[in-house]
T-cell receptor, first 116, second 111 residues
Framework: ETGVTQSPTHLIKTRGQQVTLRCSSQSGHNTVSWYQQALGQGPQFIFQYYREEENGRGNFPPRFSGLQFPNYSSELNVNALELDDSALYLC???????????????FGPGTRLLVL | QKEVEQDPGPLSVPEGAIVSLNCTYSNSAFQYFMWYRQYSRKGPELLMYTYSSGNKEDGRFTAQVDKSSKYISLFIRDSQPSDSATYLCATPAAGFQKLVFGTGTRLLVSP
C-alpha cells in the first residue's frame, strides 16, 4: 500500500452537477498531482499542487479546480459535469516539487466517477 | 502524434513465458522513463525507472531504453499469473511537473 487514500471509491452524478473528490497524501509529502484515467487509456495529468499552490496544469478547462491543505489532504472539484468526465480520478503524492518529484509519485486507488 | 505510444493489447502468455512490453516516445528531450503496474481497480504502482539509455534489472524485471530509436521496453522473465495487470510506461515532462503515460498494455498470464 502507498499510504495514499482517496474518497469516495465510487460516485454517480448527473450532467451539470458539481463533484468534490478527496485525497489524503502520505505524511510529509508536499506535492499532490491529480490525473484522469478514462477507460482503456493511460492517466492524463490534470494539475499539481505544491505547498498549497498550483504548480502546473494540463489541458483541462477551468471547471476542474483543486485545493491542497496543510494537513496533507487535497480536493479535486469539477463543476458543470459532462458525460466525458466519467473516468477514474487518481491522486498521487510525492515528497517535494523538485526536479525528480515525478520519480517518486505514489498513487492512490482512485475514485471512479460516472456521469449520467 | 501522442508523446508516448503503447500497444493496448491484451497480451496473453502462458505461465513461465518471457514477456516483452514496449513503448515509443516522440520527444528526444525525455530522459527518465518509468514502468508502472496497475491491477484492476487499483492505482498505478511504480515498478522501475531508468535514466537515459541502457538496461536496469530488478529481479524478474528488466527495463531497457534505446534513445536512438526512442524505444523503451520492459521484459518479465518467468511470468506468473500474479503478473496479470496493465503495464503503463511513463516519462516526466513539463519540468518534471507531470507524468506522461502511454495507454497501457493489458497482460494476461494463464496458469
Amino acid at each position: 500500500e502507498t499510504g495514499v487514500t482517496q474518497s469516495p471509491t465510487h460516485l454517480i452524478k448527473t450532467r451539470g452537477q458539481q463533484v468534490t473528490l478527496r485525497c489524503s497524501s502520505q505524511s510529509g509529502h508536499n506535492t499532490v498531482s491529480w490525473y484522469q484515467q478514462a477507460l482503456g487509456q493511460g492517466p492524463q495529468f490534470i494539475f499539481q499542487y505544491y505547498r498549497e499552490e498550483e504548480n502546473g496544469r494540463g489541458n483541462f478547462p477551468p471547471r476542474f479546480s483543486g485545493l491542497q491543505f496543510p494537513n496533507y489532504s487535497s480536493e479535486l472539484n469539477v463543476n458543470a459535469l459532462e458525460l466525458d468526465d466519467s473516468a477514474l480520478y487518481l491522486c498521487a503524492s510525492s515528497l517535494d516539487g523538485g526536479a525528480l518529484a515525478s520519480e517518486t509519485q505514489y498513487f492512490g486507488p482512485g475514485t471512479r466517477l460516472l456521469v449520467l | 502524434q501522442k508523446e508516448v505510444e503503447q500497444d493496448p493489447g491484451p497480451l496473453s502468455v502462458p505461465e513461465g513465458a518471457i514477456v516483452s512490453l514496449n513503448c515509443t516516445y516522440s520527444n528526444s528531450a525525455f530522459q527518465y522513463f518509468m514502468w508502472y503496474r496497475q491491477y484492476s481497480r487499483k492505482g498505478p504502482e511504480l515498478l522501475m525507472y531508468t535514466y537515459s539509455s541502457g538496461n536496469k534489472e530488478d529481479g524478474r524485471f528488466t527495463a531497457q531504453v534505446d534513445k536512438s530509436s526512442k524505444y523503451i521496453s520492459l521484459f518479465i522473465r518467468d511470468s506468473q499469473p500474479s503478473d496479470s495487470a496493465t503495464y503503463l510506461c511513463a516519462t516526466p515532462a513539463a519540468g518534471f511537473q507531470k507524468l506522461v503515460f502511454g495507454t497501457g498494455t493489458r497482460l494476461l498470464v494463464s496458469p
